[in-house]
C-alpha cells in the first residue's frame, strides 16, 4: 500500500479548463509538497502546505488535515501547463505519490 | 515500480568532516539522477542534475567544490557533502529516471545532521 495516492494518475484537459489534481496520504505528517516536472527536468516546487490554502498565480493548492488531503488546482489551463505534478508528503522521511501526468490540449 | 534507495537514511557527523550519501537505482538503469535538499520548513530545491559518466550540472548558487556527485553507472550516484558546516543539516533527496523514460522515481532521503 503507498503511504501517499494520487488521482488521476493521467488527465488530459483542453485549454481553459479548470483542473484538480488529488492527494491523499496515510501517515501523519508535518508538511505537504506539490511538485512539477516537465518531460527530461527536474523539479520545480510549487508549494509546500502545513494548513489551509495557498495561491500562487494561476495554481491553488489546498489541504485539509484531518482528512489526510489535499487537492492542486490550475484554472485557465494552458498548454505549458503539462507536465507531471507529484505530491510528497513529510513525515519521518519523504514519501512521494507517483505523479499525474496532465496533457493540456491547444 | 522502480525503486530508489538512498544510504544511509540518518546520517550526524561533526562540523569540518565529509559524509557521502549513495543513491542506487534498483531495479532499473538510470542515466540520470538528480540531487534535491531541503532545508527546516522550505521547500526543496534542485541542487544538481548528474549523467551517468559525465559532470553533473550544479544549479546556480550551490557549490560544485563542496558537494561533489559522482554518477560512475547506472545504478550509483553519490554525494558527498565535504567539509561539513551545521549550516549544511538538511534533507537531501535523490531521484532517477530511466533510460527509456522521463518519469522520476524519488529515494526515501537522507537526514544529515551536522554538529
Known amino acids: 500500500k503507498n503511504e501517499v495516492e494520487q488521482s488521476p494518475q493521467n488527465l488530459t484537459a483542453q485549454e481553459g479548463e479548470f483542473i484538480t489534481i488529488n492527494c491523499s496520504y496515510s501517515?501523519?505528517?508535518?508538511?505537504l509538497h506539490w511538485l512539477q516536472q516537465h518531460p527530461g527536468g527536474g523539479i520545480v516546487s510549487l508549494f509546500m502546505?502545513?494548513?489551509g490554502k495557498k495561491k500562487h498565480g494561476r495554481l491553488i493548492a489546498t489541504i485539509n488535515i484531518q482528512e489526510k488531503h489535499s487537492s492542486l488546482h490550475i484554472t485557465a489551463s494552458h498548454p505549458r501547463d503539462s507536465a507531471v505534478y507529484i505530491c510528497a508528503v513529510v513525515g519521518n522521511q519523504f514519501y512521494f505519490g507517483t505523479g499525474t501526468s496532465l496533457t493540456v490540449i491547444p | 515500480g522502480a525503486v530508489v534507495s538512498q544510504h544511509p537514511s540518518r546520517v550526524i557527523c561533526k562540523s569540518g568532516t565529509s559524509v557521502k550519501i549513495e543513491c542506487r537505482s534498483l531495479d532499473f538503469q538510470a542515466t540520470t539522477m538528480f540531487w534535491y535538499r531541503q532545508f527546516p520548513k522550505q521547500s526543496l530545491m534542485l541542487m544538481a542534475t548528474s549523467n551517468e559518466g559525465s559532470k553533473a550540472t550544479y544549479e546556480q548558487g550551490v557549490e560544485k567544490d563542496k558537494f561533489l556527485i559522482n554518477h560512475a553507472s547506472l545504478t550509483l550516484s553519490t554525494l558527498t557533502v565535504t567539509s561539513a558546516h551545521p549550516e549544511d543539516s538538511s534533507f537531501y533527496i535523490c531521484s532517477a529516471s530511466s533510460v527509456s523514460s522521463y518519469e522520476q522515481y524519488f529515494g526515501p532521503g537522507t537526514r544529515l545532521t551536522v554538529t
Open positions: 502546505l502545513s494548513s
Open positions: 501517515v501523519g505528517i508535518s508538511a
